[in-house]
Structure formats: C-alpha cells, structure tokens
C-alpha cells in the first residue's frame, strides 16, 4: 500500500523521534495510572513533542489516518510542567 | 467450659479486582507499540504484563511481529516467523527474569522501542518482502 503523503521527514526519523517520546510517555502511564482513566478503553495515542514542529506536523497526519479509520484517538501532548509532564486531548472524529 | 462465642465477625474475602490497561502507541503511519498490563484495583499494582508488541502495517493489515507476556509468570518473547506463516518462536533467551511485574513491563516496552527497527528489519528479510518504508 503506498502513501501519497507530502512528508517533510522520512518515516525512520519520524519513528526515531516518536519512539523517544513515546518512551517518555511510557513512563509516565505505567506511573500514573489515573491519568487516562476517563478516556475510551481502545483509543490510540499519538504524540507530540513541546520542541518540535516539524515532527507536530507530521504527527498531525497520523490523527487524520487514524480517525479516518475510525479509531478513537488521544493526542499527547508533552509539556515543560515537570509536575504535568503531558497534556492529554481526546480527538472527536 | 460452655465455649465463648466469637465476638467478631467471620471475615470475608473478597477477591482482588483488576484493572485492563491498554495503550496504543503510532510511530508512524506503519509502526505501532502496543501495551497491555493488569492492575490490582486496589492496590494500583501491576499483576501482570498481558501483551507488550510492536506491529507493522502490512497491505492495510497490522501485524504483530514480536510480543512479550508475562502469562505464565515469567517475561518471555514471541516472535514471529515470517509473514505466511501463524508460527512463532517462544523464549527467554536474552529476556529479563528478574523483577517484578512492573520491572518487566518497562523492561518489554524499552526493549522494543530500542530494537524495533531489528525487529522490522528481520522480519521482512526472512519474510522475502521489500521494506517499501524504510
């Protein structure tokens, strides 16, 4: 199945960069477990970093194809709050 | 001697109720990381680690090419052989054995966010398929 996505990184720098921020994310929801209890049991998370716009941009792309597919999505977004390192949004299609 | 009645109640076990956590992680629009462990409800403890996994998109279809449990109570991997096939190889080789459940979720979760492309990169090559993506 081929993409005909207009990407400005390559897919291997977008999951190089994802995997260290879903790594973070990780972390954080084994450590916190309340913190997504209100959202829907399936949904999807896709990430966002608090730096980095390009990777944003490209993220945003995923959330499309994801609601597209008719998944319930969460966006996670990081933040520079040490005590609310992620900001969590649920994506209505 | 008349026996003395028990003044206190007989306790009552109540069985430990668990909690599912599912979280589902896109890399890329053909990378995922998926992670499921249960928790005691009460406790917050994680009991077990029911499916750590890394799947690849093929053909609209996602895959799961490798997957760690800890349904026996033991971390081990299951990898699978290549894309035709339902067979996979089970092990505990080079899998962490010490810890808790907890220790192993994090452990499973690094290992594949740190070996992914490996993983990826094996799978398709013993699968005789082109990687169009990487």
């Known amino acids: ?93 | 001697m008349s026996r003395k009645k028990n003044k206190y109640p007989p306790k009552i076990k109540v069985a430990p109720s668990f909690l599912r956590k599912t979280n589902e992680q896109l890399l890329t629009f053909v990378d995922r990381i998926t992670y499921i462990y249960k928790v005691n409800a009460s406790t917050r403890q994680i009991v077990e680690v029911v499916n750590v996994s890394y799947e690849v998109k093929i053909e609209a279809k996602w895959i799961t090419i490798v997957r760690y449990d800890s349904s026996h109570n033991y971390l081990h991997k299951h990898i699978k052989v290549f894309l035709e096939s339902e067979l996979e190889i089970t092990t505990r080789d080079r899998v962490k054995q010490k810890g808790d459940h907890k220790s192993w979720l994090t452990w499973a979760i690094d290992d594949v966010q740190k070996n992914f492309y490996e993983y990826r990169r094996l799978f398709f090559k013993r699968s005789k398929i082109i990687d169009n993506f990487y």
């Open chain 1, 1 to 93: 199945m081929w993409y005909n996505l207009n990407l400005s990184m390559s897919i291997k720098t977008q999951a190089s960069k994802n995997l260290k921020l879903s790594e973070k994310l990780a972390q954080f929801l084994v450590n916190h477990p309340k913190a997504t209890e209100k959202f829907p049991k399936n949904a999807s998370f896709v990430t966002f970093s608090a730096q980095d716009k390009n990777l944003n941009k490209v993220n945003k792309q995923l959330i499309n194809e994801l609601l597209e597919e008719g998944k319930k999505v969460i966006k996670a977004e990081e933040t520079n709050d040490r005590k609310l390192p992620w900001r969590f949004t649920a994506i209505a299609s």
